[in-house]
């Protein structure tokens, strides 16, 4: 069964820290994605990576940065954390981003106070 | 960036009845179409999902139909239970990027 983990399931954290958001998979795929959902927006791609150390921005990158060094890691980093990047983040992750199934994590609520 | 349209934002029907779901896209190149499900306070998994050589799937009291003309594809409920309410997502692969979500649809389903 796939497991898509992801470290830290709440976080309040202060205006202007910066946030790490780990998720690790553990079923050998290259693709891991993360994704912003709010009510009323859906999910929202903010970056995705194929392999490791490649990244590419999704529809709402600013604001954000991610690093894979490694295949099974891919983190989202907020390097200066504003209000308005309250949210539940979920991570994903695939064989394939176009025609195959992503799994996702349980998700991290981050609150910006 | 190209998106996934996703209608209606919210359904209610009682229970037994049958649930429709819409969803267009835009990216001609699209080849899959999955759909997740997200109970309250659980991740998206996924509950169905369709090729574009294929114009219907059928899993039990869940269908998907696929329109690759129209570029629409629909999901498909029957005889409707309680455990049916949920969010649901439909989702489509753009070009050069990875699967794009509708805002999802609030299923209620009441007894």
């Known amino acids: 069964d796939v497991k898509v983990t992801q470290s830290s399931r709440y976080l309040v954290k202060r205006t202007g820290e910066k946030v790490f958001l780990e998720c690790v998979q553990d079923m050998d795929h290259e693709n891991m994605f993360w994704y912003r959902q709010d009510p009323g927006l859906g999910l929202r791609l903010i970056y995705f990576?194929?392999?490791?150390?490649?990244?590419e921005k999704g529809d709402i990158p600013e604001g954000y940065s991610v690093s894979r060094e490694k295949k099974e890691r891919f983190s989202l980093i907020l390097e200066s954390a504003s209000t308005n990047q309250t949210s539940m983040y979920l991570c994903?992750?695939?064989?394939?981003?176009?025609?195959?199934?992503?799994?996702f994590g349980e998700g991290s609520w981050l609150t910006v106070v | 960036g190209e998106n996934v349209e996703q209608h209606p934002s919210t359904l209610s029907v009682q229970e037994g009845d049958s649930a429709v779901i819409k969803c267009t896209y835009s990216?001609?190149?699209?080849?899959?179409f999955p759909w997740y499900k997200q109970e309250l306070g659980k991740r998206p998994q996924l509950i169905i999902d369709i090729r574009s050589n294929v114009g219907e799937k059928k899993d039990q009291r869940i269908a998907v139909t696929l329109n690759k003309t129209a570029k629409h594809f629909s999901l498909h409920i029957t005889e409707t239970q309680p455990e049916d309410s949920a969010v649901y997502f439909c989702a489509a692969p753009r070009a050069g990027t990875a699967l794009i979500f509708g805002k999802g649809t609030t299923l209620s389903v009441s007894s």
């Open positions: 994903a992750s695939s064989l394939g981003y176009r025609g195959n199934t992503i799994y």
């Open positions: 990576s194929y392999d490791v150390k490649m990244k």
């Open positions: 990216d001609s190149a699209s080849n899959y």
